[in-house]
Structure formats: C-alpha cells, structure tokens
C-alpha cells in the first residue's frame, strides 16, 4: 500500500475530525421500520423488530400492543423473568429470526437497572444494548495492531478489526471482560497488560442490522505493548494480526476494509494520540 502520510498538522488534524464524523453518522441510525419499543418489568429497554414480535404473538410470553411489545408482563427481575426471557430467545430462534445461536448469556439492562439476563443471539431482534470493550494496541515506535477476522465469523467476516474486541457476558465486569477478551483473541495475559489505561465510552451506537437493531456501548482501552511481545490468537476467530502504520491503517479505514466498531474505537484513539504528541 502506497505511503502518503499527510505531513501537515492542521490538514491531518481535519482528515481525521471528518473521517470520525462520517463513521458516527453510520452508527446513529433510527430503530428499524416496524419496530416497537420494548418495555421489560416496566422499563422501556429495546426496540423489537417486526419479525420478533410476529414470532411471539400468541405465545403467552409477550404483550403485543400497537405501540409495544411487552416481555413476561407484571413479572419483576429475578427467576421468573428470567426463564420468560429464555423461552423468548428459544421462540426467536425456532421462527428464525436470530442469526446463530452462542449459549452466552448477556445482561438485559435500562440504565443501571439490571433486569435479567438472555441469550446473547436473541439482543438485536430485541434491540437489547449491549456494552463491547476493545483494546487499541501499540509498539513503542509508533505502529498499531490490528487484527483481521476469521472466515467464519457470522458477522464481518474477513475484515479488519481492533486487536481486541468483544462483549462483556452476564455480570462480567468491564475491566475483567476486557482481560478475558485480550486473553482469547490475541493471547495477551495480565502482565502484558501493566501499562494498560482505564477503559472509556466512546460513544453508543445505534445501527439497523439485518436482524434487528445495534444498540452498543463502545468503550476502549490502549496501551503500549512492550518490544518483543508478539500478540497471537488462541480462540481461532482471527486470522492475521498486523503491527501497521498508523496511514496504512486510515487508508484501510477509508476503504473500508475495518468493521464499523473497530473504525471508530481506531480513529477515536488515533485522535486521542495525536493531541498527546505520541504520534505525528
């Protein structure tokens, strides 16, 4: 890939300020045509697709209004609720409307109110949101690393991503998340990690997908990984990890070639080193 690094601070300074804006402008999207919010224990915490309500209709699991969908109406958080939720993501999935199945458990939350816990495929048909952590990773002389998703991933198959980046599961603490990830996804273990910063909230994405609705904290942290620290993945849902220059890995964002997510957890942080003169 030619190398045309942009020497001017000013002009890069604005290459980047809009290429961040053209990436947040595909992650604020309205709730899909159709969907009805979803209300669980009294709080309105999702958008239901069409199809998910369709599935539930006549189940006993769900009120269907013409306004919202209403899961294990008059049930509060606790086992009760927790077994309608199970039954719903089970619905959901004999009507075809989840997009695989990965016996993960994810929390179902307004706000701070945790409200119960589902399975993770069932999230956006509901439009339930869900909190990803991601590591932005660097070599002491200035490269980042970055890593390209294995052919067989269900979503984003092929492309480029964060080194790290994954969701936080039912009652999993961020920063413990956060470990496990860089563990599975790039064999990185605790003491690799010392330097590493605190994570924080980019932004909350809000994107139509096929099947449903992305509703998803993004929350990253960086550091620097130490010479000769070689990250390498253990789970096998990475096929090549890379320590590029910091313009191959914006000419790749620009083409297109990194997922949504890791575009802008990468240019976030980018900017961020920049205005810290880390980088140039």
Known sequence: MQNTAIQDPTEQASRLAQLYDRLGARAHELPPQLARPLYIAGHCCG?????????????????IE?????????LDPGPGLDAVLAQVAQTLRDANCLRGWRDELLDVTAGDVRLGVIERAAMRPLGLPTRAVHLSAWTPDGRMW?????????????????????????????ERALERECGEEAGLDPHHLRGREPLRTILRMHRRLPEGYQVEDLLVSTCVLEDGV???????????????????????????????EAALVIVEDIIQQRARGRIR
């Open 66 to 74: 013409s306004d919202a969908l209403r899961l294990g109406p008059g």
């Open 230 to 260: 070689q990250p390498a993945n253990r789970d096998g849902e990475v096929m090549e990890i890379a320590a590029l220059p910091v313009e191959d890995v914006l000419q790749r964002v620009e083409a297109g070639e990194f997922t949504l």
């Open 47 to 63: 958008w239901a697709t069409h199809a998910a309500c369709d599935a539930l209709r006549g189940t006993g699991l769900a009120a």
């Open 146 to 174: 970055v890593a390209r998703r294995a052919l067989s991933k269900s979503t984003d198959p092929g492309m480029w991503d964060s080194l790290v980046g994954g969701l936080a599961g039912a009652g999993e603490d961020m």
